[in-house]
C-alpha cells in the first residue's frame, strides 16, 4: 500500500501563491506516476496536472497551464505543486493520486490523498 498526505494549503488573495506537497510512504516506488487533482463544491473532480515517475514528463490541465508548476522530489517520494497567479475559481479541495504505470490525466489513479483546502479570496 502506498499512503498520500498532502499539506500546504490555505486561504490567500487572488493573485497569490501557494506550494502543495504531497508526501508518499509505504510501499513507495520510484517509478509511481502522481498527480493533481481538485474537486469544488457541487462540481466534478478535475484533473490538475500529472507527472511522470522520473519527472520527464508533465501535463497540466488548461484551466491552470501556465500558472501552476508540477515538480516532485523521488528521493524524498514528494510532489509539488506551484500555484500562481491564483484565481477566486482555483478554490476546491487539491488531491494527491498516484499509480504505478505511465502518467494519466483521468481519474486513473488506485492511490489518493486525503485532501487538502485551498481557497482564494476575491
Known amino acids: 500500500q502506498v499512503q498520500l498526505v498532502e499539506s500546504g494549503g490555505g486561504l490567500v488573495q487572488a493573485g497569490g501563491s501557494l506550494r502543495l506537497s504531497c508526501a508518499a510512504s509505504?510501499?513507495?516506488?520510484?517509478?509511481?506516476?502522481m498527480a493533481w487533482f481538485r474537486q469544488a463544491p457541487g462540481k466534478e473532480r478535475e484533473f490538475v496536472a500529472a507527472?511522470?515517475?522520473?519527472?520527464?514528463?508533465?501535463h497540466y490541465g488548461d484551466p491552470v497551464k501556465g500558472r501552476f508548476t508540477i515538480s516532485r522530489d523521488s528521493d524524498k517520494n514528494t510532489m509539488y505543486l506551484q500555484m500562481d497567479s491564483l484565481k477566486p475559481e482555483d478554490t476546491a479541495v487539491y488531491y494527491c493520486?498516484?499509480?504505478?504505470?505511465?502518467?494519466?490525466?483521468?481519474?486513473?489513479?488506485?492511490?489518493w490523498g486525503q485532501g487538502t483546502q485551498v481557497t482564494v479570496s476575491s
Open positions: 507527472i511522470s515517475w522520473n519527472g520527464g514528463s508533465t
Open positions: 493520486a498516484a499509480r504505478i504505470g505511465p502518467v494519466a490525466v483521468t481519474s486513473e489513479y488506485g492511490h
Open positions: 509505504g510501499r513507495t516506488r520510484s517509478w509511481l506516476a
